[in-house]
């Protein structure tokens, strides 16, 4: 599955952005997605990630009651909603596609596949 990843952008601090990911090919349907991000020269960080289909969704506690990660099933995608933004939410976001188990979603190198990084900018 190859994915695409888009909608980042510069916004200032309380701001809100959407995030959007794809798979330029194939469909979501048989896998979990998930949202990484990624600040230069710091290891990949979970965000947040849920089955295509439906089922429990996973947070990380930064980020937990401000972003929401949902599907569009008409557009085949998957999005995360960002509100009450952050200067410390400034990072490269990635998308990732997967069957990891429940308990290690946090892990990056369980995830296969991933989309190009969209960049979103939080000014204080």
């Known amino acids: 599955v190859q994915l695409q990843a888009s909608g980042g952008g510069l916004v200032q601090a309380g701001g809100s952005l959407r995030l959007s990911c794809a798979p330029s090919e194939g469909t979501f349907r048989y896998y979990k997605v998930a949202w990484f991000r990624q600040t230069p020269g710091k290891e990949r960080e979970f965000v947040a990630a849920?089955?295509?289909?439906?089922?429990?969704?996973l947070y990380s506690d930064s980020v937990k009651g401000r972003f929401t990660i949902s599907r569009d099933s008409a557009k085949n995608t998957v999005t995360l909603q960002m509100n009450g933004l952050k200067p410390e939410d400034t990072a490269a976001y990635y998308c990732a596609a997967g069957n990891p188990p429940f308990g290690r979603w946090r892990e990056a190198e369980l995830w296969p596949y991933w989309g190009q990084g969209t960049q979103v900018t939080v000014s204080s």
């Open positions: 849920r089955p295509y289909s439906g089922g429990s969704t």
